[in-house]
C-alpha cells in the first residue's frame, strides 16, 4: 500500500513538498539504507523534480534527522539511533494517547473518511508482507494525528513516529508478533470513529508500550 499524508492530491503539493514527502518514506522505511549517500542528479531525474526544489526538500530532512550534511563530502541518510528508543517512547507514551483521546472526541473530524477508508481496508483478507505491515502502521497513525485537529501535535507526532518507525524497520525482520502488534489498530480506529476517548487512548498506549517491549526483545 502507498503512505497517506493527507486527503490532498500532488496536484496541490509545491515541488518541493513532493519531494520531501517522498525521500521521507522511503528513508523512515529504509528503502534508502542509513548511512547511505543521496545522489542529487539521480534524485532529480527519478522524482522528476529540479535541484532547487530538492535540495529544499533535503534541508527539510536535515531538520527531521533523517539526513545529514557535510561539506565537500555530501548528503547522507542519518544512521538509526537504537539508543534513542527510551526517550523516543516517552515522549509518545504522553502524546499519541492524547492525539487518540481529540481525535475520539471529534469523531474522527475532517479525516473521518480517511480512517474509514482505512478501517475497511484493514478489514479485508490479505497476506500482507513484512514492509506492507510497516506501511499500514505509519499510515494509521498519521491518520489518527490528523484526525486530533492540531497542527503542532501532528508535526511533533509526526516527527517522533518517523524516527520510531526507523527503528522498528531494523528489528522488524526478528519481531514474530509483528502481525498481531498491527491488529489492534481495527479497534484503535473504531473507537476514534465511534467517539471512544478513553478507551482510544488506552490502545494508544499499550500500542505503543507494545511496541517498546518488542523490539527491546531482539535488539
Known sequence: MLLQHDDTTEGGRSL????FLRLQDRLILL??????PLNEAR????????RTPLREALKRLESEHLVVTYPRRGTFATTVD???LSEISQVREVLEPLAARLAAERHGGAARERLLRLRDQLEQPAAEERE?????DVAIHRAVYAAAGNAHLETTLTRYGNLATRIWCVAADRIPQLQEHI??????L????????????TIMLEHIRDFEEQVRKVL
Open 16 to 19: 518541493a513538498d513532493q519531494a
Open 31 to 36: 528503502d534508502i539504507p542509513p548511512g547511505s
Open 43 to 50: 534524485l532529480s531525474e527519478e522524482m522528476g523534480v529540479g
Open 82 to 84: 537504537i539508543t534513542a
Open 132 to 136: 506492507d505491515t510497516l506501511r499500514w
Open 183 to 188: 491488529a489492534v489498530h481495527t479497534a484503535l
Open 190 to 201: 473504531t473507537a476514534v470513529l465511534e467517539g471512544r476517548d478513553e478507551e482510544a487512548a
